[in-house]
């Protein structure tokens, strides 16, 4: 608690509180959260029993010295009445953001993050900040923000698998392969066995094979040709080439996650490679 602070609760509510909010100030600052906010408590009882305004900052010290003792329903009740009193703190904002994390209320929290942004370019939180928004926008596909943030972000928060996960999640949904290819080469390297990476050079390799083969197949009946057929066989050599890279992530997910998803695609791929045998068999666990 600031000088500032005393002084404003000792001009509201006279000198009586100074020694209170002394002594919820030191207890605070020496690890002891019960007495600051035995502290806290008394003077918004006290005040509000005299039907004074309680000063925002009183609530934010109570709030904080609650969530320090794991009493989060209180800490929030008493950490959303500073914030209705235009109390800016950093930490009541780094507080308030964890705990509508633990609600699971992402609109709130990324209110409260953006705020923080907002009121403390340069605080201590900055960085963490920064990253939790960050993570957030996998969540909320605001790509927007996301390309505002990923530069700011420092080289070890780039480097971070959670948010080089976002980044790919980002970029995929904004279909930038390129992008996507970097992250996903990022994550494997420190994590060969990586569930999100190695689907996306999976289907990546499926879906190039497939629209390939698609592709080549429509202008061949178009256009039944020896010159379409030559150009369908080259394209043919090109689709499996491109196959069996998606067989090989797609084994290996099998393998590490054996689910229906995968197996179905194992399955098509052994199908579009005529063999018929392995095609079945992932088949028959694709049910």
């Given at each position: 608690?600031?000088?500032?602070m005393?002084?404003?609760?000792?001009?509201?509510?006279?000198?009586?509180?100074?020694?209170?909010a002394?002594?919820g100030?030191l207890?605070?600052?020496?690890?002891?959260?019960?007495?600051?906010?035995e502290?806290?408590?008394?003077?918004?009882t006290?005040?509000?029993?005299?039907?004074?305004?309680?000063?925002?900052?009183?609530?934010?010290?109570a709030?904080n010295?609650a969530y320090?003792?794991?009493?989060?329903?209180?800490?929030?009740?008493?950490?959303?009445?500073?914030?209705?009193?235009?109390?800016?703190?950093?930490?009541?904002y780094i507080?308030?953001?964890?705990l509508?994390?633990?609600?699971d209320?992402?609109?709130k929290?990324i209110?409260v993050?953006?705020?923080y942004?907002e009121?403390f370019?340069?605080g201590e939180?900055?960085?963490?900040v920064?990253e939790?928004?960050?993570?957030?926008?996998?969540e909320?596909?605001?790509f927007?923000?996301?390309?505002?943030?990923w530069?700011?972000l420092?080289?070890?928060?780039?480097?971070?698998?959670k948010?080089?996960e976002?980044f790919?999640?980002?970029?995929?949904?904004?279909?930038?392969d390129?992008?996507?290819?970097?992250?996903?080469?990022s994550?494997l390297?420190?994590n060969?066995n990586?569930?999100?990476?190695?689907?996306?050079?999976?289907e990546?390799?499926?879906?190039?094979a497939?629209?390939?083969?698609?592709?080549?197949?429509?202008?061949?009946?178009?256009?039944k040709?020896?010159?379409?057929?030559n150009?369908?066989?080259k394209?043919?050599?090109?689709?499996?080439a491109d196959?069996k890279?998606?067989l090989?992530?797609?084994?290996?997910?099998?393998?590490?996650?054996?689910n229906?998803?995968?197996?179905r695609?194992?399955?098509n791929?052994?199908?579009?490679?005529?063999d018929?045998?392995?095609?079945?068999y992932?088949?028959?666990r694709?049910?």
């Amino acid at each position: 608690m600031s000088g500032t602070m005393i002084l404003l609760i000792v001009g509201c509510a006279g000198g009586k509180y100074l020694e209170l909010a002394n002594a919820g100030e030191l207890a605070f600052s020496e690890g002891n959260y019960q007495k600051s906010l035995e502290y806290a408590e008394q003077i918004i009882t006290d005040l509000n029993s005299r039907g004074k305004t309680v000063d925002g900052k009183v609530f934010a010290m109570a709030g904080n010295a609650a969530y320090a003792l794991e009493q989060y329903d209180k800490s929030l009740e008493y950490l959303e009445k500073a914030r209705q009193l235009d109390y800016a703190g950093e930490k009541m904002y780094i507080n308030l953001a964890d705990l509508y994390y633990r609600m699971d209320n992402l609109s709130k929290e990324i209110g409260v993050l953006e705020t923080y942004l907002e009121k403390f370019p340069e605080g201590e939180e900055i960085g963490s900040v920064r990253e939790r928004l960050y993570q957030t926008c996998r969540e909320s596909m605001n790509f927007e923000l996301a390309d505002y943030l990923w530069p700011l972000l420092d080289d070890d928060s780039r480097s971070d698998i959670k948010n080089l996960e976002t980044f790919l999640v980002i970029h995929e949904a904004q279909g930038n392969d390129t992008k996507c290819d970097s992250a996903a080469f990022s994550i494997l390297k420190q994590n060969a066995n990586h569930e999100l990476a190695l689907k996306w050079f999976a289907e990546k390799y499926y879906w190039k094979a497939e629209n390939r083969y698609q592709s080549e197949m429509d202008a061949y009946n178009k256009n039944k040709t020896r010159k379409q057929y030559n150009q369908l066989v080259k394209a043919f050599k090109i689709v499996t080439a491109d196959c069996k890279k998606s067989l090989e992530y797609f084994t290996k997910l099998y393998k590490l996650y054996p689910n229906p998803e995968y197996a179905r695609y194992l399955g098509n791929i052994y199908a579009r490679l005529d063999d018929e045998q392995k095609a079945k068999y992932y088949h028959d666990r694709a049910q």
